[in-house]
């Protein structure tokens, strides 16, 4: 079966504007997860969504936020980008089990000049 | 949140087994034992979990110490493709916690 796909995968916006990043996850699966990967601060997570509803959230500043369709499809939004947030953005899926591994996207590399 | 403790970087030849370890002294009950990996340009990938038990599966096996304060991801026979950041992290065995710590993970480098 298909596995989790982000859009786009890479993408330059300059600081001020804002990105809207896409996450389909794997059929069947209903939790999205959405990280942030940087050099200096590694991997972070950001927000999970479950049924459309945000579950669990991350230290990250109201700028960046989310939301998830009834398809589980689910997007993120960073507005008034800075350059600070120039990172990997990964996305990944996973099943109701309480020990449920998570699915990974390739991620969308966002660069903010 | 619990946190785990790994070497930043370690290096293993083609073919031999690997022993990737991992503290995590302050492990609750309740917590399982995950491994990602990392390669280049990709997103994390799941390897193996466990709890209490060693546990094996296609890509690799989890030594779990019996106190569950250490556990040993072992690569059976290396290979250039194993080349990655390998991430030992705890997940509470509970629904919803997909709020995972990578921490900085060990990077192994394979040699030909």
């Known amino acids: 079966k298909a596995g989790v796909t982000q859009t786009p995968r890479y993408l330059i916006k300059t600081r001020g504007q804002q990105v809207t990043l896409s996450c389909s996850p794997i059929?069947?699966?209903?939790?999205v997860s959405w990280y942030q990967q940087t050099p200096g601060q590694g991997l972070q997570f950001l927000f999970e969504?479950?049924?459309?509803?945000?579950?669990n959230k991350g230290n990250f500043p109201g700028r960046f936020s989310g939301r998830q369709f009834s398809n589980s499809r689910s997007e993120m939004n960073v507005s008034t980008l800075e350059l600070g947030d120039s990172a990997l953005y990964l996305c990944?899926?996973?099943?109701?089990?309480?020990?449920?591994?998570?699915?990974f996207g390739e991620g969308s590399r966002l660069t903010v000049l | 949140d619990a946190k785990t403790t790994q070497p930043n970087s370690m290096e293993s030849n083609e073919e031999e087994p690997v022993h990737l370890p991992c503290n995590h002294s302050?492990?609750?009950?309740?917590?399982?034992i995950h491994w990602y990996r990392q390669l280049p340009s990709q997103g994390p990938e799941y390897v193996i979990h466990g709890l209490t038990s060693n546990v094996n599966n296609r890509m690799a096996s989890l030594a779990i110490a019996e106190d569950r304060k250490s556990s040993t991801l072992i690569l059976h026979r290396a290979t250039l493709r194993d080349a990655a950041v390998y991430y030992c992290?705890?997940?509470?065995?509970?629904?919803?916690?997909?709020?995972?710590?990578f921490g900085t993970g060990t990077r192994l480098t394979v040699i030909p």
């Open positions: 059929s069947g699966h209903r939790s």
């Open positions: 990944a899926s996973s099943s109701i089990s309480n020990t449920g591994e998570l699915f």
């Open positions: 992290i705890l997940r509470p065995d509970q629904t919803g916690a997909n709020n995972l710590f």
């Open positions: 969504y479950f049924s459309e509803t945000q579950r």
């Open positions: 302050t492990i609750s009950g309740t917590d399982y």
